[in-house]
């Protein structure tokens, strides 16, 4: 069974970093795209970063462009996510999830929370 | 950048009746587009896509159809556990980018 866990979500001051990381089970992991996805409290869901299965590729939404970096580490079955000078607004559960192949997402973890407040 | 739409914002229907939801994109991206399910406090669950196809072990109550900028997600006949909000969900450009509709909640009425 295809399993993803996040973890390293907290509460941080603004301008600070944190590191989720999103380790997972059950599955070929360096054959499938991961991506960070993110829901802020009572809004709806925000896709915020993509990587390809080989680390060729990597893309963004624009408002964490330059701010937070995704990677991989496939000898660990696991996807990070750096977030750097946060905001305010980026206050939310952060969900890492599958991707299916043609860019669907198709096993998502239980999520990590990241609350950025002074 | 492609925009989605949802409609309508909330739908109120009783278990048993047929569920009919809207997604209208701002640009055309053929077929790919897909619907998820997300109840409180759990994540969402992928439940259509290439806009028709179910993903693996959704009930054959759940049908999605359109293309271009116009898709449907209709419930046949909704049952207690289908209430909850419903995301449709679409790629586009390369490296892709990826886009969420803000949400359709289905309740109780």
């Known amino acids: 069974q295809v399993q993803l866990v996040e973890s390293g979500g907290g509460v941080v001051q603004p301008g600070g970093s944190l590191r989720l990381s999103c380790t997972t089970s059950?599955?070929?992991?360096?054959?499938?795209?991961m991506h960070w996805v993110r829901q802020a409290p009572v809004k709806g869901l925000e896709w915020v970063a993509f990587i390809t299965n080989d680390r060729s590729d990597y893309a963004y939404v624009e408002s964490v462009q330059g701010r937070f970096t995704i990677s991989r580490d496939n000898s660990k079955n696991t996807v990070y996510l750096q977030m750097n000078s946060l905001r305010v607004e980026d206050t939310a559960v952060y969900y890492c999830?599958?991707?299916?192949?043609?860019?669907?997402?198709?096993?998502w973890g239980k999520g990590t929370t990241v609350i950025v407040s002074s | 950048e492609i925009v989605l739409t949802q409609s309508p914002v909330t739908l109120s229907l009783s278990p048993g009746e047929r569920a009919t939801l809207s997604c209208r994109a701002s640009?055309?991206?053929?077929?790919?587009l897909a619907w998820y399910q997300q109840k409180p406090g759990q994540a969402p669950r992928l439940l259509i896509y290439?806009?028709?196809n179910r993903a693996t072990g959704i009930p054959a109550r759940f049908s999605g159809s359109g293309s271009g900028t116009d898709f449907t997600l209709t419930i046949s006949s909704l049952e207690p556990e289908d209430f909850a909000v419903y995301y449709c969900?679409?790629?586009?450009?390369?490296?892709?980018?990826?886009?969420f509709g803000p949400g359709t909640k289905v309740d109780i009425k």
């Open positions: 640009q055309s991206a053929s077929n790919n």
């Open positions: 999830a599958k991707d299916k192949g043609k860019f669907y997402m198709d096993v």
């Open positions: 969900q679409q790629r586009y450009n390369w490296p892709p980018l990826f886009a």
């Open positions: 059950g599955l070929t992991f360096s054959n499938h795209g």
């Open positions: 290439d806009a028709s």
